[in-house]
Structure formats: structure tokens, C-alpha cells
């Protein structure tokens, strides 16, 4: 089954946006090790 609703964007993107909602940042979030693969999404 899957989830409903798009996946949230992650917490670099949203420093880089502006943090438009003005919500606290996720501090915590893991960041992915250097050299591993971006995930290749459909255009589907």
C-alpha cells in the first residue's frame, strides 16, 4: 500500500527555498554519504 500525499522535501532544499512555511527545521534528518546514488524518479 502506499502512502497519500507527495514526500516531503528535505531539509537542505528547504534552507535553500527559504523555509517559506516558517516551521522548525529538522535537525535531525540523516544526510546521505558522499557518493551514493540520487533516486531516478518516473516522469511518469
Known amino acids: ?3 497519500a500525499g507527495r514526500k ?3 531539509t ?3 534552507k ?3 523555509n517559506l512555511g516558517k516551521r522548525k527545521l529538522n535537525v ?3 544526510v ?3 557518493g551514493m546514488q ?3 524518479r ?3
Open 1 to 3: 500500500m502506499t502512502m
Open 8 to 10: 516531503p522535501k528535505p
Open 12 to 14: 537542505a532544499v528547504k
Open 16 to 18: 535553500l527555498e527559504g
Open 28 to 30: 535531525k534528518e540523516p
Open 32 to 34: 546521505p554519504a558522499k
Open 38 to 40: 540520487r533516486e531516478k
Open 42 to 44: 518516473s516522469t511518469h
